[in-house]
């Protein structure tokens, strides 16, 4: 009897992913980065925040294949004496939480707000659009800048928890609109087929034709908006990071140790904001190729 994974695999999504190398890489490199952040208690060679573990002596070294480096710190360390390769494996987990939380977040809003638009019609249809018309008018890193910078200066006492949701509200806030108006459309498409009339004439209530039937049938672009919107989020919280208001300075993302790293740029230390920026870009990449191949693997007219 053949496993779930390989009837995926014989499956065409799965032929598609077997001979696409790309693709394969792309979700190779996703998978370390993602293992490497849940396990980072276990896979970093230090806690880069334990302060009881920092040496002032050790800081700003070079990478360990430089004549000055030591094999202790493979990335060299930071101003504080942080190895840079544990702070990496850290702050990778914080950007890919809030980054998937945000996009998770996104989904279940505009998902919902999609669906009822365009099963309902009316004046829900045309209040929601409106309202994401006027969410696309603003820029979405300056909404995303407003909310984290008030919810900072309305709570500057607050948990790291807190400080988080806030991060993670003000990216989605924006994020949403993508996905209630590609459900929408999808939906308006959907609700005049047969089988939608047929379950209605039967009696089946209309919160149960959106919840069983229809949308099944327009989760396919979402998952594949979702999968690019990651990279974004990614993106966005390194960017609010950088720009001082994104993740606690306790719990730096690869954002913060890219602004942390940008001060000694000129003077030499360059492997302090370098592998940082490395990183993010190996993760949003990787993750942007894989929403490419999705996208691809999906669309029927390209089967």
């Not at 598609?16 to 970093?44: E, H, K, N």
């Not at 019609?121 to 209040?127: L, N, P």
């Not at 607050?158 to 806030?173: D, K, P």
Request: contains cysteine; positive net charge; charged residues 15%.
């Amino acid at each position: 009897m053949k496993t779930t994974l390989a009837r995926w695999l014989d499956s065409d999504v799965g032929y598609s992913f077997r001979t696409s190398p790309v693709a394969m890489a792309a979700a190779t490199i996703a998978l370390i980065c993602v293992f490497c952040s849940l396990f980072a208690g276990w896979v970093a060679p230090h806690n880069p925040f334990n302060l009881a573990s920092l040496e002032l002596s050790d800081a700003r070294l070079p990478p360990a294949w430089t004549a000055e480096g030591s094999t202790k710190y493979l990335l060299g360390t930071d101003d504080q004496g942080r190895d840079i390769l544990s702070a990496l494996i850290y702050g990778a987990r914080i950007s890919l939480v809030v980054g998937m939380a945000s996009v998770l977040l996104s989904v279940v809003v505009g998902v919902s707000f999609g669906l009822l638009a365009g099963f309902r019609g009316g004046w829900i249809d045309a209040v929601l659009m409106r309202l994401c018309d006027v969410m696309l008018s603003f820029p979405a890193i300056l909404v995303a800048l407003l909310i984290a910078g008030v919810g900072r200066a309305m709570f500057p006492n607050a948990h790291e928890s807190l400080a988080f949701g806030v991060l993670i509200i003000s990216i989605s806030l924006t994020g949403w609109v993508q996905y209630a108006r590609t459900v929408r459309g999808s939906t308006l498409v959907e609700r005049n087929k047969e089988y939608v009339q047929a379950a209605r004439v039967t009696g089946v209530s209309p919160l149960r034709i959106m919840r069983k039937h229809v949308l099944p049938n327009v989760m396919g672009p979402v998952l594949v908006l979702a999968t690019i919107q990651v990279a974004t989020a990614i993106l966005t919280e390194a960017t609010l990071s950088f720009l001082g208001v994104g993740a606690p300075p306790t719990s730096p993302s690869l954002g913060t140790l890219i602004r942390i790293g940008n001060d000694y740029l000129f003077s030499g230390e360059w492997w302090i904001t370098v592998f940082p920026g490395a990183m993010l870009v190996l993760i949003a990449l990787s993750v942007n190729l894989l929403g490419d191949w999705l996208r691809d693997a999906l669309n029927p007219r390209l089967r």
